[in-house]
């Protein structure tokens, strides 16, 4: 009896920690805690010091602070400069965003089914999602180069333009923001696919069938049963591409830096060569926040709307 | 109405012959049950006749015309299945109005129709739910209306009942067989379950191993079984097979009696059985043992019905007996039937 008593004692004196572990209420908080800490100071901090600069008179080189209310906005929006930004941002991400939806749901139906070396192009789709994408994107500056366009290479050799007929790709306004459009569809592409992959393979393969011998034709049985099964999942996807496509700039950055003539800025670019290249942090800080309001409320909407569609 | 064929059906995935050769012709507005176990074959053979499935080789003909190359939509078919599988984000109106639209119904026919059809089967009330607000009964009610609404040739329903709890499955079964009655489409029903195959089939195709074992009435499938499978899938408890030394021999559980239980002293075959275990299912009464004598060490079960009244006891070896025109004879090699011998 005696040892029992100590064998039952012992543990949970020398183990007490163990125990800790074994409660929901400590191991929840603890296994959540790294992933707060990491949002609140690199995500948290610096978004609430963008928002205190965004109303304050900092600039590079000055040690001093001061609150000047809504100066900023109002003395940055109305110049042409940000006009055309907002106007090129809205352009970028809603196109990029139409372009990647629709590619995707192909994409993605397409490697639903069952055909050889199917891994090989799932490795391949999923390649410009996994490469560094500065490094993607200068791949792609040599591509639409001025110069070396391989494009332009082979279009000149099967004939379709002439030498002195090179299109300038990142050279010409439009060409330039279908450029760029063209290039972050491309890096979008993926994961939008692998999400609308992932939703398509939850649908029960009961329900294909059940419209098959319904006698649905491939398109009725696309939009009415396919898409509406998909729908939250599908809204998901649209809304990480265009909070995506509305604050990124890494794809402007390196092919066209805003240019030519600040036809492809959008905000986010903007807001870098003002506040870090150009010094004035207090009007980048406002630049970069001005679109945080709407795509709050875009977020806001799009997942009232998965929530309500949810079908199951 | 139409009447289907399968000629010489094969589905093979890889090395599993899925369906080896299947030959099976339905009547005019039969009740057709494709029975057996898991993994028999039987779905798959369903989905080929759908068209859900590309057929190996063989040929499927529906009312005469070979579909192997029609699509699902171009076969005159419906078809239920064990899920439903019914459209979750329609209304049930909407999912029974469905292959109407899709089959390009007049619009104003439509209401019409799907108010017809929701009326076979009492659910009028139901029309503007979702599917997940429905009870399990209901969402069965309303894929048959579904698979109805069109008016198909060929009704074909894959286990509809069995994610019914056992009561609703037996009320089920009942309307679903007097509704085939009253409209007289020609089905295919594929079921695991032996009460519900007896139950509902005008025949039941027993299969295993992708092969149909036997074709028959479910008098004829029970009474007379093809083969050893036949003889042991149906039944519940399975026929007692005994070897004797040229052939099998077997007789069903509720034939085994006791000696005084037999009306008639005559044609009876008296064998030792030794009771070990007796379980009460209320109308029945299962008893399981051994057989001394002749058959030492034979394992053989005898089915009572409450109507039997010989005292019979666990532990004891009493004196039983079957009538010899009970017995069934089979094939040692083969399992088929062979002619009866002296036992």
């Known amino acids: 009896m005696a040892t029992l008593e100590r064998d039952l004692r012992a543990p949970a004196a020398g183990r007490r920690f163990g125990f800790v572990l074994d409660r929901p209420e400590w191991l929840g908080p603890l296994m959540i805690a790294p992933a707060v800490l990491y949002i609140v100071a690199i995500v948290g901090l610096p978004f609430l010091l963008a928002l205190y600069y965004s109303v304050s008179d900092i600039s590079m080189g000055r040690r001093t602070l001061g609150f000047v209310g809504l100066k900023n906005f109002i003395s940055v929006i109305p110049t042409s400069k940000f006009q055309t930004s907002l106007q090129n941002t809205f352009v970028f991400a809603i196109v990029s965003q139409v372009l990647v939806i629709i590619l995707a749901n192909i994409l993605a139906l397409a490697l639903l089914k069952e055909f050889r070396g199917k891994w090989v192009v799932r490795l391949l789709l999923l390649l410009p999602w996994v490469a560094p994408i500065s490094l993607g994107t200068i791949g792609w500056l040599w591509i639409l180069d001025s110069i070396y366009s391989v494009i332009n290479w082979t279009l000149e050799a099967f004939g379709l333009i002439t030498a002195d007929g090179w299109p300038m790709y990142l050279g010409k306004p439009y060409l330039a923001m279908g450029s760029v459009i063209t290039v972050h569809v491309w890096r979008l592409l993926p994961l939008a696919t692998v999400i609308i992959l992932a939703g398509l393979t939850s649908i029960p393969k009961d329900i294909h069938d059940a419209a098959q011998v319904d006698g649905a034709s491939f398109w009725r049985h696309h939009f009415q049963i396919t898409v509406p099964l998909i729908r939250p999942i599908l809204l998901v996807a649209l809304l990480f591409g265009l909070v995506f496509a509305f604050t990124d700039m890494v794809v402007i950055f390196v092919l066209t830096r805003g240019g030519p003539y600040d036809t492809t800025q959008v905000l986010a670019s903007l807001a870098f060569f003002t506040g870090i290249q150009g010094g004035d942090l207090a009007e980048g800080a406002a630049i970069a926040i001005f679109l945080f309001p709407l795509l709050l409320a875009v977020a806001f909407v799009f997942l009232r709307i998965a929530r309500r569609s949810e079908v199951t | ?343």
């Not at chain 2, 009464?285 to 394992?299: I, V």
């Open chain 2, 1 to 343: 109405m139409a009447i289907v064929e399968t000629r010489d059906v094969r589905k093979h995935f890889g090395d599993v012959h899925a369906v080896d050769g299947v030959n099976l012709t339905t009547k005019e507005g039969e009740f057709l049950v494709l029975l057996g176990p898991s993994g028999c074959g039987k779905t798959t053979l369903l989905r080929m006749v759908a068209g859900l499935e590309d057929p190996t080789g063989g040929e499927i003909l529906i009312g005469g015309q070979v579909v192997n190359d029609l699509p699902p939509r171009a076969r005159k078919i419906a078809m239920v299945f064990q899920s439903y599988a019914l459209y979750p984000h329609m209304r049930v109106f909407d999912n029974i109005a469905f292959p109407l639209r899709a089959q390009g119904v007049p619009r104003a026919e439509i209401p019409h129709k799907v108010e017809w059809a929701a009326g076979l089967f009492g659910i009028e009330k139901l029309l503007h739910r979702k599917p997940r607000e429905l009870s399990g009964g209901e969402r069965q009610r309303v894929a048959l209306a579904r698979a109805v609404v069109r008016e198909p040739a060929v009704f074909l329903l894959d286990e509809p009942l069995s994610n019914l709890d056992a009561k609703l499955r037996t009320s089920a079964r009942d309307e679903l067989q007097q509704f085939q009655r009253r409209i007289g489409t020609t089905t295919i029903y594929v079921t695991h379950d032996q009460v519900e195959a007896m139950g509902l089939g005008d025949r039941i195709a027993v299969m295993q191993g992708g092969k149909v074992r036997q074709i028959g009435t479910p008098q004829e499938v029970y009474d007379e079984p093809a083969d050893t499978f036949v003889a042991g899938f149906l039944g519940s408890p399975p026929m007692n097979l005994l070897e004797i030394p040229d052939c099998l021999v077997g007789f069903r559980p509720e034939h085994f009696l006791p000696k005084e239980a037999h009306e008639s002293r005559d044609g009876l075959l008296a064998l030792k059985f030794h009771i070990s275990r007796i379980e009460y299912l209320g109308a029945d009464r299962l008893l399981y043992g051994a057989l001394e004598g002749k058959f030492p060490d034979t394992k053989v079960i005898s089915k009572l019905a409450s109507t039997v009244s010989t005292p019979v006891q666990p532990g004891k070896t009493q004196d039983f007996a079957v009538r010899e025109k009970d017995f069934r004879f089979f094939d040692r090699e083969t399992g088929l039937r062979t002619r009866p011998r002296p036992v």
